[in-house]
């Protein structure tokens, strides 16, 4: 399975941005799709995750993002979007795209995709 992550770039704050992950490969069932960040010298921390359940979708949020970012998904593209608005200088980071996936053969495994950086600068 790969993610492939796109979107990053850099703005100034207050404006937004939009990240997308798709997911590729031997998939039977996507649970979870999300997004971390890891800003420089700072640990990697949760920004916003999609868990699939058997009665609906889950959504999961930072408390530092919430009301500012959205997490979507195009189940039929197995790809995850965040829309990023209202953008902070300290959501400058790295973000990176995972997704656990479950196949037939390996059961449900993690996955990881390249980070894309995200600058927020005036």
């Known amino acids: 399975v790969q993610l492939q992550a796109s979107g990053g770039g850099s703005v100034q704050p207050g404006e937004s941005l939009r990240l997308s992950c798709k997911a590729s490969?031997?998939?039977?069932?996507?649970?979870?799709m999300g997004w971390y960040r890891q800003a420089p010298g700072k640990a990697r921390e949760l920004v916003a995750t999609?868990?699939?359940?058997?009665?609906?979708?889950?959504?999961k949020y930072a408390d530092s993002v919430k009301g500012r970012f959205t997490i979507s998904r195009d189940k039929s593209n197995n790809a995850v979007y965040l829309q990023m608005e209202s953008l902070k200088p300290e959501d400058t980071a790295v973000y990176s795209c995972?997704?656990?996936?479950?196949?037939?053969?390996?059961?449900?495994?993690?996955?990881w995709g390249k980070g894309t950086l995200v600058t927020v600068s005036s």
């Open positions: 999609w868990t699939r359940t058997a009665t609906t979708d889950i959504t």
């Open positions: 995972t997704a656990n996936v479950y196949t037939y053969s390996r059961g449900s495994v993690d996955y």
């Open positions: 490969g031997d998939i039977t069932i996507i649970n979870v």
